[in-house]
């Protein structure tokens, strides 16, 4: 076995796995937040990431470019739970319109990206350089190191938020007992309005992290990041922020192995994996490793 091409592909699968958890961490976001599984989050972060490259190509650097699509995006991602999913009604009791609309939302970001910056593919700018540095015969690039130490720091900052803020206990009542928190005086649309925000400002730093690793921009490539993004959500499970960050790295190394060593996977495949993977965990474990499985009472 050539262990050093084994481990080469294991930190490459590191790298894309980061990004994977990272576009996850968004749907788990909304997830905690409201109960709803966001099914245009990939389109929200495809929009956020235009916006990214169009402060940048005015001459912005490219960290503040991306520091202001995740402002906007905040500003975004609230305007929308509170303009178009909130009139549609709450998610227990209107689950199935909200996912519609979702989609639509999806579709329609989509078709509105086309409008206003065309078809073309963009060049996006390399966040972190193309340079690399070995240790024995593994080449590390600055991409991998960066896009993975913006995901810890992702992490720690949800942490804090999620168990050391009265906002983040908010968050989590809300999400335990929506009439509970609310006689409790929480502020429930807030609270939800604030999950979407996050959630869009976590998606365009996940976009942005994506197009920087392809150094290209296009409509296509978010869609095919969501796949994997709900492959990580479903494996960690979709009420656990850990869980999307340790599915996401799995999903990442999966598909790099599955690629590299089943000779009918290759690259064109790679996606199909991502597919046989929600639909193992789903059979076996449904609520994903991380997550809690849902007790009703009757």
């Known amino acids: 076995m050539d262990y050093a091409l084994f481990f080469q592909r294991l930190v490459d699968g590191l790298g894309q796995g980061a990004i994977y958890a990272s576009l996850a961490l968004a749907l788990v976001l909304i ?28 001459g912005w650097p490219v960290v503040a470019a991306i520091a202001a699509s995740m402002v906007l995006s905040f500003v975004g991602g609230a305007a929308i739970e509170r303009l178009i999913i909130r009139p549609v009604g709450e998610v227990r009791s209107h689950a199935l319109p909200i996912v519609i609309v979702t989609i639509g939302l999806l579709l329609a970001l989509n078709e509105l990206a086309g409008w206003i910056w065309g078809s073309e593919g963009r060049t996006f700018p390399r966040i972190f350089g193309t340079g690399a540095f070995t240790v024995g015969d593994v080449a590390v690039t600055y991409q991998t190191v960066g896009v993975l130490c ?28 929506a009439e509970s928190s609310r006689l409790v005086g929480i ?69 790099v192995m599955a690629g590299g060593y089943v000779s009918w996977v290759g690259d ?31």
């Open 31 to 58: 997830y905690r937040a409201t109960g709803l599984i966001n099914f245009a989050q990939g389109e929200m972060a495809l929009f956020a990431t235009y916006v990214t490259w169009m402060f940048w190509d005015q």
């Open 150 to 177: 913006v995901l810890a720091v992702e992490v720690f900052l949800l942490f804090l938020l999620f168990q050391r803020t009265k906002l983040g206990l908010a968050m989590r009542a809300v999400t335990s007992n």
């Open 187 to 255: 502020r429930f649309g807030r609270v939800l309005m604030f999950g979407w925000g996050l959630a869009a400002a976590v998606g365009a730093l996940a976009g942005s992290l994506y197009s920087s690793q392809l150094a290209t921009l296009d409509r296509a490539i978010m869609l095919q990041l969501l796949v994997y993004a709900f492959a990580s959500a479903t494996l960690g499970g979709f009420d656990s922020p850990l869980g999307a960050v340790v599915g996401g790295l799995v999903v990442g190394v999966v598909t």
């Open 268 to 298: 064109d495949l790679k996606l199909a994996a991502a597919f046989v993977l929600i639909l193992v965990v789903l059979l076996v474990r449904p609520q994903g490793l991380f997550g809690r499985p849902q007790v009703e009472r009757v």
